[in-house]
């Protein structure tokens, strides 16, 4: 039987890999990948519940549809940015990129 | 349903997601970092399958497999240099992230295996689909329509900031 525990050990340990590559990719590419990691993540923990926890209703799975919609839309502004960093930087790499530090 | 072929289904596409997870994290060419994606957003879609949110399964499949990850493609395309494999894709932070990950890892999980859920065992529903499209057209109809706002303006948004001065 495949319980609750299972999809959230899942849901957890996908969330860790996206954080890692956040942590440490240098691409702007890269970076956005990892979070649609974790929001897949997110996403399967929000479907578990909705199934264990309130089967009759589907409050989860709508939220995990919003989700999904937010997503998209980072998804897109995230791309403009990355497309206009490559055009004043020659580059997507975030080490180089550091014009508000100081 | 047969006993043991749910779990087995459980654990190959908990194995997809989690070994492509890997890659999309490790690998050296991003545009193959891009192709892993796609086989992890669909061994999500299978997991939502397990847990019987078909309508979720397609969306994912629509949204991620179909939008998302073919955006990333397009701006891989516009924007690296592929062949260039000498490039460093990690930064120095490598051994830090590790260790950072897996003390979070096992804090989380120890956190959950201590909690004590309310599992529910009503039989659900069988068509997730007609529910969910009830909810969002009544109690949900708010939020829906506010999320398509935010989508228009992420596409307004988009297309002013990429666009040539």
Known sequence: MVGLSH????????????????????????????????????????????????????????FAIFVITIAAA????????VLLIYRNFKGIYVDNINIMKW | MLTGVPEAIFYILAG??????VMVVSLKNIFHCALFLVLCFFGVAGIYILLSAEFLAAVQVLIYVGAITILMIFAIML????????????????????????????????????????????????????????????KYVLPFEVVSVIL??????AIIIARKE
């Open chain 2, 79 to 138: 924007t690296a240099k592929l062949y260039s494999a000498k490039i460093r894709q990690s930064n120095e932070q490598v051994i830090p992230g590790i260790i950072i990950v897996a003390a979070l890892l096992v804090a989380t999980i120890f956190t959950l295996s201590r909690t004590a859920w309310k599992l529910s065992y009503e039989t659900a529903e069988a068509q997730s689909t007609i529910g969910i499209g009830k909810l969002l057209l009544t």
């Open chain 1, 7 to 62: 999809y959230l050990v899942l849901s957890t340990i996908l969330f860790c890999i996206g954080i890692f590559g956040v942590l440490t990719r240098r691409n702007a590419i890269g970076i956005l990948m990892s979070i649609e990691l974790m929001f897949n993540a997110v996403n399967i923990n929000f479907v578990a519940f909705s199934k264990f926890i309130t089967p009759s209703e589907f409050v989860g799975q709508i």
């Open chain 2, 152 to 157: 228009l303006t992420a596409l307004i948004g």
């Open chain 2, 16 to 21: 997809i997601i989690l070994g492509s997870a």
């Open chain 1, 74 to 81: 980072e998804a897109t502004v995230g791309l403009a940015i």
